[in-house]
């Protein structure tokens, strides 16, 4: 590799996911509007099959910006492709098995705030945190392609949104189908939330490869984000929590999208924040 | 006042089948033969051994019998003993002891009801699937027909389509000694499977009332349960019914091994307090098969058979003829628990609508220890009871008996009880009316007042899909607990006023809730957070019906 | 700056991470066992056993000593039942599972026997009867299908009573429910 390369900030990965998080909401509200106002009659297989394609949505946007606004820099577009993948496969192959069938989460997780914060961090964050860093880890990571920090927020996004667009397929298949409007909600939620906690992942596994860090430094990362991770879905259960009355209950999923783009908005910010001061120091250093 | 001891509500009505029995006072439902029944007087191909085919169809054809006691509401088997099917329409033949031990002087031991298992699986042990009653019964030839009326569940049974396997009638009058017999029965209780035991005729034995071959003797040893079983020829034709040799008979010993298996009087305890059960011990005896066809024909013709033979010893002593009771008093009963009735000896005009129980009291003379007493207890002018029993308390006194409900209040009403005694059963007395409660007839439910209560009904579905959810739990928790309180206690059924599952679309419904009274709502299902709304009063103005649709979160 | 290969640091670091993981879930699975098999006290009528936490418990009634559900399975909820029921001194464990099984065959929709046999479970001898049932729900406005239920009943014989222990679960969770039934028998004490 070239001693003279600059390390610089991609700024357009920043507006990538800047536009993602607001492109989904703004898509969530089409949809869930278009939804209520048509109210379209599907057979159960066209039901099933608009679902699979809108959990394919998330991962279309972003991938869509980043593929027009990278033209000046040009990322080698087939490997941010096959970390997508690659985070799609080891979603279906291991992280959902062990999650559901393994650790059989639905029968004790959601028993009380203790066990929904622990199991979410030590079981669903860490196997979905982990999955992801593999992803990358184990692919792009050693490679030239893998060249500066940034990419490992590139990169991590990608398995993050490969993850998210398998749970999402899972979501809909194993509902048989979901109401489109509510459905829609859920899905940007954890495509929100699976790349904004691979975003954590990758700026660790960013600095991992250039600089000495310390050995604690990628478990450390990991662990960060499985600690969003549960948390975030504690917080997602309280905030959706219907409030009941005689008069009926309320609906609060729309609290749950607000939550999660929040939460994607603020991580963002203070990756870039981070990365920002990193670049800084390390051209200061140099 | 002389005390009766009491046997439990449930004990006194088994008693009830012998009553139609003993005074064949019919009941027992016509059967349109499907099939008629009749003897097969061909030759019996005496070659070898009964064949691999008839075999099968010989233990299909096996049943087990059941005498199921009511205990609490619960049918329990008490005894068991065997069957033979005769035709496809589910008419059995059995042993009087085993379908009604009141004929052979055991009333003590009369099942609520019959159960008949059958065999799937000849390696299984029987299937319990079938509700059966008596058709026809003779304490002394102890053999008796019963008719499948219902499954087990109660459902009642079309008999035109049941279709079983059954066994044809052989003609007992062509076997010889030497004959080979096979037998098939299910020897004990105790999930056993169906055992077969091969002998031979070893000789006949004569009654006086019958004649020469009152019974067909075999080498084979039969063990007890064998009791009503079937015993066939090679050709596959029943030509017997193994039978203990029951107390009517000349000769042969009464039934004497029977033990407490059961607890029959509800004490929590098995002991000698308890009834005996016929269940051991083995049979030497076969009745042959042609003194069964009085009965046969007589069930499938729907009439009523007589048993031309005289017993003693059995629960129809004849009685003086001029018993009587009289001075019906009722006695006063708000002593009494759920459990048990009990009565003071003040005497009252009405009982309160709380009562578990109302007792009468009158004086008798005339009567003789063992003879039958039947009580008709009527609400409202129609018969709401009978039972019926052996007299053993002398031939005068005063006597004391009482109608319960089964645990319950008394259902408002004006009551009367009618006593009748001996075979004829002629009219003793009757009480005089008595109200219980308010006295109103017809509905016991009060009239309420519209609006009274409140419904809450809706659908609990995922928030995320808006899928409804099935199976998912909705709870009503007693007033003032709250959702916390009740987790802490580990979900503690004590504090749960009522609980639903909802059905595939997600709905429930929840009626009767107090107006102006704190109750707790829990939704919960699983893989979802509960969502709960404690202490929500229904004012006196909400509606009366409350949609309440609710979104659980994964 | 160098785009630095895999260094020593580099495989140290992956390891970490392996190991982390690896903690963390095995810390996860001790925390979900301990919240699955967490128990509450039981005792009536000289029985006592560890009854399971957060479930849905019924009070002893005439003969059911313990009833406790787990609703937070799907289908028909794991049950649990523990009976007392009076028996003659020379009765078989046999001889109550036959009792057992015609009461099923009564309160059960679709009640098949699939086998029988005696066992020694735990130390205790005992006579167990496995069976399925289908139980669907008996309001008409419900429309669901109907779940099979698998269960296996273990009759002890103690002195002059036997304790029939029950587990009644979905055809789909049965295998999964075992292994903490058997360990709400093996803390069955009478």
């Not at chain 1, 098995?97 to 669903?124: A, C, K, Q, Y």
């Not at chain 1, 992942?201 to 991770?229: C, D, H």
């Amino acid at each position: 590799m070239s001693e003279a390369k600059v390390i610089h900030e991609r700024k357009h990965v920043w507006r990538d996911e800047i536009l993602l998080i607001v492109s989904l909401v703004v898509f969530v509200g089409i949809v869930y509007v278009l939804d209520g106002a048509i109210q379209p009659v599907f057979t159960p297989n066209t039901l099933l099959l608009t679902g699979v394609f809108l959990a394919l949505v998330p991962a279309a946007i972003w991938l869509t910006f980043f593929y027009l606004q990278d033209r000046a820099e040009p990322e080698p577009k087939g490997f941010v492709l096959g970390v997508f993948g690659l985070g799609a496969l080891l979603a279906a192959a291991i992280g959902i098995p062990v999650v559901e069938n393994l650790f059989r989460v639905s029968h004790w997780l959601r028993n009380d705030t203790m066990s929904v914060i622990l199991g979410g961090i030590l079981v669903v964050g860490f196997t979905q945190e982990f999955l992801k860093y593999a992803a990358v880890r184990y692919s792009i990571y050693n490679s030239g392609e893998f060249d500066e920090p940034t990419d490992g927020v590139i990169y991590a996004t990608a398995a993050g949104l490969g993850y998210a667009t398998v749970l999402n397929i899972n979501f809909v298949v194993s509902n048989g189908g979901v109401d489109l409007g509510a459905g829609i909600i859920r899905m940007a939620v954890v495509a929100l939330a699976q790349a904004a906690f691979s975003g954590i992942t990758g700026y660790f596994l960013g600095r991992a490869k250039f600089e000495s860090e310390q050995i604690w430094w990628m478990p450390l990362g990991i662990t960060l984000a499985a600690v969003f991770n549960g948390v975030f879905n504690w917080l997602q259960g309280i905030v959706t929590r219907p409030t009941i009355t005689l008069s009926g209950a309320t609906t609060n999923t729309w609290m749950g999208l607000v939550l999660a783009a929040v939460v994607a908005l603020l991580t963002t910010g203070i990756i870039l924040w981070l990365v920002r001061r990193n670049i800084r120091s390390l051209e200061a250093g140099k | 006042m002389k005390p009766k001891l009491f046997k439990p509500f449930w004990f006194l009505l088994t008693v009830l089948v012998s009553v139609s029995l003993a005074c064949y006072g019919g009941g027992a439902p016509a059967v349109e033969p499907v099939t008629p029944v009749t003897p097969n007087d061909s030759p019996v191909a005496e070659s070898g051994d009964l064949s691999a085919s008839n075999r099968a169809k010989l233990i299909s054809a096996t049943v087990q019998i059941f005498g199921l006691f009511n205990q609490n509401g619960e049918l329990i088997p008490g005894y068991v003993g065997s069957g033979t099917i005769l035709t496809p329409t589910g008419l059995i033949l059995t042993n009087a002891h085993v379908a009604s031990p009141t004929t052979i002087g055991n009333p003590d031991l009369e099942p609520d009801t019959l159960g008949v298992a059958l065999i799937v699986s000849e390696d299984k042990p029987a299937v319990p699937s079938y509700i059966a009653e008596i058709l026809a019964v003779d304490g002394y030839l102890d053999l008796a027909v019963i008719q499948i009326t219902s499954t087990v569940n109660g459902t009642a049974v079309d008999i035109n389509s049941l279709n079983l396997p059954y066994v044809e009638l052989g003609n007992s009058d062509n076997v010889r000694v030497g004959d080979n017999l096979n037998i098939f029965g299910f020897p004990s209780i105790g999930g056993n499977t169906i055992t077969y035991t091969k002998g031979t005729v070893s000789g006949f034995s004569s009654e006086s009332q019958i004649g020469d071959r009152a019974w067909i003797k075999t080498d084979a040893t039969i063990s007890g349960g064998n009791s009503g079983g079937l015993a066939a020829d090679n050709a596959g034709r029943i030509i017997g019914v193994p039978t203990i040799a029951a107390s009517g008979a000349e000769g042969l010993q009464d039934i004497t091994d029977c033990r407490q298996i059961q607890d029959t009087n509800g004490d929590g305890i098995v002991n000698q307090n308890d009834s005996c059960i016929p269940i051991g011990g083995f049979l030497n005896g076969i009745r042959p098969v042609n003194l069964a066809l009085p009965l046969i024909q007589a069930a499938q013709a729907g009439r009523q058979y007589t048993s031309p033979f005289s017993q003693s010893g059995v629960v129809s002593q004849p009685g003086s003829g001029n018993e009587s009771a009289g001075d019906f008093v009722w006695l006063d009963t708000s002593s009494s628990t759920a459990q048990k009735c009990t009565w003071e000896s003040n005497t009252v005009s009405s009982y309160a609508a709380s009562v578990y129980c109302i007792a009468s009291g009158f004086a008798y003379s005339n009567m003789t220890d063992g003879q039958l007493v039947v009580e008709y207890w009527y609400k409202d002018g129609q018969k709401v009871s009978e039972y019926s029993y052996a007299w053993e308390w002398g031939d005068q006194g005063l006597f004391g008996t009482y109608l319960p409900n089964d645990g319950a209040p008394m259902p408002s009403g004006t009551y009367y009880v009618e006593l009748y005694a001996g075979d004829n059963l002629n009219f003793l007395g009757s009480s005089p009316q008595v109200v219980v409660g308010s006295g109103s007839s017809g509905s016991t439910e009060q009239p309420q007042p519209s609006g009274d209560t409140a419904t809450v009904q809706g659908v609990v579905y995922d928030a995320a899909t808006n899928n409804p959810i099935s199976g998912a739990y909705v709870f009503v928790l007693t007033s003032g607990t709250t959702y916390e309180q009740w987790a802490n206690t580990n979900y503690s059924d004590s504090y749960i006023a009522a609980y639903l599952q909802t059905g595939n679309n997600g709905a429930y419904k929840i009626t009767g809730i107090p107006r102006d009274t704190q109750f707790t709502l829990v939704f919960s299902a699983q893989g979802y957070y509960d969502v709960y709304a404690d202490n929500l009063v229904v004012g006196p103005n909400d509606p009366a019906v409350n949609e309440l649709n609710v979104g659980l979160n994964k | 700056m160098a785009n630095k290969q895999a260094s020593l640091g580099d495989r140290f670091a992956e390891i970490t991470v392996i190991l982390v993981t690896v903690i963390a879930l095995a810390a996860g699975w001790f925390y979900k066992s301990s919240i699955e098999n967490a128990s509450l006290p039981f005792s009536a009528e000289g029985i006592s056993a560890e009854a399971p936490k957060g479930w849905l418990q019924a009070e002893p009634s005439g003969d059911v000593l313990l009833r406790t559900t787990d609703i937070n399975s799907s289908g028909f909820g794991a049950t649990y039942t523990v009976r007392k029921i009076a028996i003659a001194g020379d009765a078989t464990s046999s001889e109550i599972a036959s009792r057992v099984s015609l009461e099923h065959a009564q309160n059960l929709i679709a009640f098949r026997m699939l086998d029988q046999r005696e066992v020694t479970v735990h130390g205790r001898d005992a006579f167990e009867i496995n069976y399925v049932f289908v139980e669907s729900n008996p309001d008409l406005t419900h429309t669901e299908i109907p779940s099979v239920v698998l269960g296996t009943d273990y009759v002890f014989l103690s002195g002059d009573h036997a304790i029939v222990v029950s587990f009644q679960a979905d055809e789909k969770n049965y295998d999964l429910d075992l292994n903490r039934f058997h360990l709400f028998l093996q803390s069955l004490n009478f």
